[in-house]
């Protein structure tokens, strides 16, 4: 009797209070079928902002609540909802009641404004749900296994607009239209800015991404906006020719955007190009004059196989690689440095394939000292570490965020990360046997990574990579994991892995990557040619992974011999190649360049005297310039550690630093023997320039030097003036 009295009374209290904070009577109708908390509240509660950095999702919450970053975690979500703070949060009895619904709805204060209005869909969801008793995360509920957008891609117009679609396909096949709760955004708001409701509405000209998520899953959605309309493309030059599939894929790309490339470079930039982008090295005056007077057609692509056949070839890529692999004697100690730089910089000279580098690296194991790879277990020393770094590093997956919450930008879970960190649970190092210093990196009998969440242990499982090879589940038991680890990453089905490699030494070559940043490889992230991307992969592959080959492909392609100069109907183009992109020389080739063009070797503390800063075995010598430069501290796997951006400090140094003053004021270097054994004044000009920019100076340029030779005090002064000013232009600082 009691019972059904009160339960009387509750039902006529929900009437009246459905009746009293609802002005619609819509308003509190429950929908038909009950509301799940995993696809219909954590949907809202992240479209509208509440689980997000700025508000609930952030570290310590917001007003004592707390949410999971972007719902990664809807038990601590549902528990934080319904039972934290003594359950106030919610009110069965009163759904309307609920500080859930009162405070986004700004019927009490809330410091977060207005975010779900009384007269919403979402409103009414979250309403209904309270009233139909809460029911937490179900297992069994359908989950998103795939978001895709409607358009996927569009070709705009300037002013045009295109309203998005988002649809999420769930794992019992049905298909859902979520864009009123997926998160929308342009990754280029100059070019097509987005609506959180999905318009896009174009601004400029180029190509761009919308970037969708929704459930942990993201997605994108490609906008083009060409360079000018189909009637006023102007027709590619004469000039141009597609000689490989470099070239075409990068003429197919112009074609869409109605980009025109520049003309090719002159022989004596190229020359230059060339020399610095594959070796780090000045060409000689002597070289710069023999091959402006070749005139045969196969100069270039002769010149680009000598420079690969060059020790300065593996010098300079060692240093690349040494940024990545993080070499340094702070870390390792000096032993076991020369030990990986001997081991790297013979393995490029070699050209040894780069799967079975890789290889070496993930398995090798014994003294650090002598075993060069094995310091790849020293300079990342933790499962962690391993996991962020090797992910990075040949997949260019950041997975840094997983480590504590889902990705906020991409598919991985904590989950992804701590079983990919368990391939790294079984191996440690140790002091040596004999007490030196040495280390001795070995597998170990047992161990596991275990979640941090659920304390479990963590079955080793490679990251599922859309266009990637499966591996099937590592049993426990298996004693040397890393073993299969490299066998699924270099496997010739990996195409993740091979597109990696090919973008880093694309954007080292070409100034910037095909996805950039060149390690940030993402969905949400796409490459501006994917064509071009896709190509280079497979023909990698399909060559051994032959890292040479890879740079001669780029290099012998037209696009790459493409001048630096834009032209007017290029001008905007900084992404798709139609022009060479002009870029800063790194700190040890700019160093070097100096004292190739003043003749004055630099002497390096504690090392042979003729040792040039490419042949630097680590960060740790000490050299003022180079750190002025932006040479890297070595201390994570990102390729942004170097800095390239000018600074007030590197055009003093030029100016009047002390390493560049006393190679130009010299009496052994090139200033002052040109000055003294050169038979004109002329010939001192011509060999300054020559040596400096790798070319013979414009008639402008000559009389100008030579006025200024006639008004000097002496020969050598007016040497050194000129060597100095050539040091200090951006055509010597910059390749171009």
């Known amino acids: 009797m009691h019972l059904a009295r009160s339960t009387y009374i509750i039902s006529l209290l929900w009437t009246a209070s459905c009746t009293l904070l609802c002005a619609s009577a819509a308003c509190c109708q429950s929908p038909s079928k009950p509301v799940s908390f995993n696809n219909d509240i954590e949907p809202i509660l992240t479209r509208a902002g509440c689980n997000q950095g700025a508000c609930h999702g952030s570290q310590f919450g917001k007003g004592g609540f707390k949410l999971s970053l972007a ?158 309309s189909a009637k006023a493309v102007t027709p590619l030059p004469d000039q141009w020719k597609s000689v490989s599939f470099v070239d075409r894929a990068a003429e197919k790309r112009w074609r869409d955007l109605g980009l025109t490339p520049s003309p090719p470079a002159s022989d004596s930039d190229f020359l230059r190009r060339a020399y610095l982008d594959i070796t780090g090295t000045l060409p ?83 003294s650090a000292n002598s075993v060069g790879p094995a310091n790849y277990y020293r300079v990342a020393a933790t499962p962690q570490d391993l996991t962020e770094t090797t992910a990075q590093l040949f997949l260019g997956i950041r997975l840094q965020c997983a480590k504590c919450h889902h990705h906020p930008f991409e598919k991985w879970s904590q989950r992804d990360y701590y079983q990919f960190a368990a391939f790294f649970a079984r191996v440690g190092t140790r002091p040596s046997a004999d007490g030196s210093a040495d280390s001795v990196v070995r597998l170990l009998t047992s161990g596991e990574v275990t979640h941090p969440k659920t304390g479990k242990a963590m079955v080793p499982t490679p990251l599922a990579l859309d266009d990637g090879p499966l591996l099937a589940n590592i049993p426990s038991a298996y004693i040397d994991r890393r073993e299969l680890l490299a066998d699924w990453l270099t496997s010739r089905n990996n195409l993740p892995f091979a597109k990696m490699i090919v973008n880093r030494y694309w954007g080292a070559l070409m100034g910037r990557g095909i996805v950039d940043p060149v390690d940030d490889m993402r969905v949400t992230n796409p490459p501006s040619n994917p064509e071009l991307l896709d190509s280079l992969a497979r023909d990698f592959i399909k060559h051994g992974y032959d890292l040479k080959r890879l740079v001669r492909v780029i290099c012998t392609s037209n696009v790459y011999q493409l001048s630096s100069q834009a032209t007017s109907q290029n001008r905007a183009d900084q992404t798709f190649y139609s022009h060479y992109m002009a870029r800063r ?48 501290p070595r201390s994570t796997a990102c390729e942004c550690e170097r800095l390239s951006e000018p600074t007030l400090a590197q055009s003093l140094q030029l100016l009047s630093g002390d390493d560049v003053a006393k190679k130009v004021a010299s009496p052994q270097g090139r200033a002052a023997y040109i000055s003294e054994h050169a038979k004109n004044n002329g010939e001192i000009v011509d060999g300054l320039y020559l040596s400096a920019v790798c070319r013979f100076p414009t008639p402008s340029e000559r009389t100008i030097a030579l006025d200024a030779f006639s008004k000097a005090a002496s020969r050598r002064a007016a040497a050194e003036d000129l060597l100095w000013a050539l040091i200090n232009t951006q055509e010597f600082s910059f390749v171009r």
Not at 599 to 623: C, E
């Open 71 to 228: 719902a990664y975690d809807p038990d601590f979500d549902y528990i934080q909802i319904t039972r934290q703070a003594g359950g106030r949060r919610v009110t069965r009895l009163m759904p309307a009641e609920s500080l859930l619904l009162k405070k986004p709805a700004l019927a009490v204060a809330h410091v977060g404004g207005l975010k779900i209005p009384k007269a919403t869909r979402d409103y009414r969801t979250i309403l209904a749900w309270i009233a139909q008793g809460m029911a937490g995360p179900n297992p069994n509920d359908p989950t998103v296994i795939a978001l895709n957008t409607f358009p996927e891609q569009r070709v705009l117009s300037p002013g045009q607009s295109v309203r998005l679609v988002v649809r999420a396909r769930y794992s019992n096949g049905t298909v859902r239209d979520v864009t009123e709760h997926a998160r929308i955004g342009s990754l280029n708001d100059m070019i097509a800015p987005a609506t959180p409701e999905g318009v896009v509405t174009v601004k400029g000209r180029g190509a761009t991404a919308i970037m969708v998520r929704y459930a942990g899953l993201a997605t994108v959605a490609h906008i083009s906006v060409p360079y000018a």
């Open 284 to 366: 000689s005056p002597e070289m710069v004059k023999s091959f402006l007077a070749d005139r045969r057609s196969v100069k270039r692509t002769e010149l680009v196989d000598r420079l690969l056949d060059s020790q300065e070839y593996s010098d300079y890529w060692a240093v690349k690689w040494g940024d990545l692999l993080r070499i340094s004697r702070s870390t390792l100690g000096a032993k076991s440095m020369w030990s990986l730089n001997a081991w790297l910089r013979d393995s490029l000279a070699r050209n040894v394939p780069y799967d079975r580098m890789v290889r070496e690296l993930l398995t090798s194991q014994g």
């Open 585 to 632: 020389l790194p700190a040890e080739v700019l160093l070097d360049a100096v004292s190739a063009a003043t003749g004055v070797p630099q002497k390096f503390a504690d090392l042979p005297s003729g040792m040039r800063a490419i042949q630097l075995p680590d960060g740790q010598v000490a050299s003022p310039f180079l750190d002025t430069f932006g040479r890297p």
